[in-house]
């Protein structure tokens, strides 16, 4: 009995230090690993949610460059709202067994870049969540969790509660040609609701980027079983602007944005250059809200023929490097501002970086750090305007009086093109 209580302690003591080395983001450990996809598959990259319960299933793609095939496998852990995790044992929230192996891998045909690409559709017969909520899927070799290749966030809602949400321009004199503020209500019939000040909370997220998300605690009032979210201070997002894109879905000829390509030992495309975007005025331009797409239209099948490409960026930002430093941001690289993401002054007065990706189209935006603040502006080099198309994700958690967990009990998508 002493050695299955000390054997207990000692699992949770792992267990407590593999959770605290991991970040509950989307982050990937290992350089070999890209263009990591995970989607519902009703439409690709659109949001990793599904319904609990349902037919809904993701699809998770990536390719390892080591071209080689090794041990792969994955599992799901439980989060609340917050994406602390949440304490409860796998068992209580999947089906089946706790983890699995990825069996399902390709070999790059006719590429440069020799690469293999893996891929799974979640849930399935062996992985299968029980309950609604934030889950993060960690992805590791060797059957060892310590061993993380790379994590992604997904979500499963047990829709409970409908959400009505419009988009208007800012409260705020000063920000009113440039911010875009969401208003939104929850009606909450049926649940059991015994504080609504405390008992549920609301994220809002632009373009399913984590670094905008606003939680709302409390309504700003309350009628009947409805929370009202329309406080004069609440959800107010600068509207950015337009992504910049580039598109390689073929390499035998320059399409728009690209200035040349070169192909000997590997692929080179140099984009032509990009300006400083902060204008007096919006200009309409059509984007993919900072997604990207893996496409090669010379082949048959994206995911195993599609080719790398090293991708030459520059920018003229109109300043210099005493000022500060640009970082070039998407989904792809997870909107990380890191060293793989930022860029370097060059001679001419211009800050350049060079990036490997796959084939296909690419939304893309600079970020502007302050060496004075060291924070991140969006706005500084790409301009701020209410006209801009974003798209919103609501989603409604609630926490069961006497509940060890959280529900995601409602989602609901808002574009500002489209309301």
């Known amino acids: 009995m002493r050695n299955a209580l000390l054997l207990f302690i000692l699992a949770l003591f792992i267990e407590s230090n593999l959770n605290a080395q991991t970040p509950y983001t989307n982050t990937v450990y290992r350089h070999e690993i890209k263009s990591i996809e995970l989607y519902n598959t009703a439409k690709q990259s659109s949001f990793p949610i599904i319904a609990l319960n349902s037919t809904d299933q993701l699809v998770l793609g990536f390719d390892d460059l080591s071209g080689s095939s090794r041990t792969i496998n994955y599992t799901l852990e439980h989060c609340d709202a917050n994406w602390n995790p949440s304490r409860l044992s796998p068992a209580e929230y999947l089906r089946s067994f706790t983890e699995d192996r990825i069996f399902d891998y390709t070999y790059s045909s006719g590429t440069f870049q020799k690469y293999t690409h893996y891929e799974i559709k979640l849930p399935n017969n062996n992985i299968a969540p029980k309950i609604a909520g934030n889950y993060l ?44 503020k969401v208003n939104f209500n929850v009606q909450y019939t049926g649940l059991n609701v015994q504080n609504p000040n405390t008992d549920i909370r609301v994220l809002v997220m632009q373009n399913n980027r984590p670094e905008t998300a606003k939680m709302n605690q409390t309504p700003t009032y309350i009628r ?167 798209e919103y994700q609501l989603l409604v958690y609630y926490r069961q009086p006497g509940s060890r967990y959280e529900e995601l009990v409602g989602y609901s998508s808002l574009n500002t093109a489209k309301q």
């Open 137 to 180: 899927l960690k992805v590791y070799e060797d059957n060892d969790p310590s061993k993380l290749l790379f994590t992604r966030r997904l979500y499963v809602v047990n829709q409970k509660v409908s959400v009505a949400a419009n988009i208007v321009s800012s409260n705020n004199v000063a920000t009113r040609r440039t911010n875009q």
């Open 224 to 390: 009947g079983n409805q929370l009202v979210y329309n406080d004069v201070n609440i959800n107010d997002f600068a509207g950015g602007n337009e992504f910049r894109h580039f598109d390689i879905r073929t390499l035998k000829l320059n399409s728009e944005r690209v200035g040349k390509i070169y192909k000997d030992t590997a692929n080179t495309v140099m984009l032509l250059g990009d300006p400083n975007r902060n204008l007096p005025n919006y200009t309409l331009l059509y984007d993919n809200d900072g997604k990207f797409f893996i496409y090669n239209q010379d082949g048959r099948d994206s995911r195993t023929d599609a080719d790398y490409a090293y991708i030459y960026f520059s920018l003229a930002a109109n300043k210099s490097e005493t000022e500060g430093t640009p970082y070039i941001v998407g989904q792809f690289n997870d909107y990380k501002l890191d060293q793989n993401s930022r860029m370097e002054f060059d001679s001419r007065g211009r800050f350049y970086t060079h990036l490997l990706l796959k084939q296909g189209v690419y939304d893309y935006q600079y970020v502007w750090v302050s060496n004075a603040t060291h924070k991140g502006d969006d706005t500084l080099l790409e301009g701020n305007y209410f006209e801009t198309e974003n």
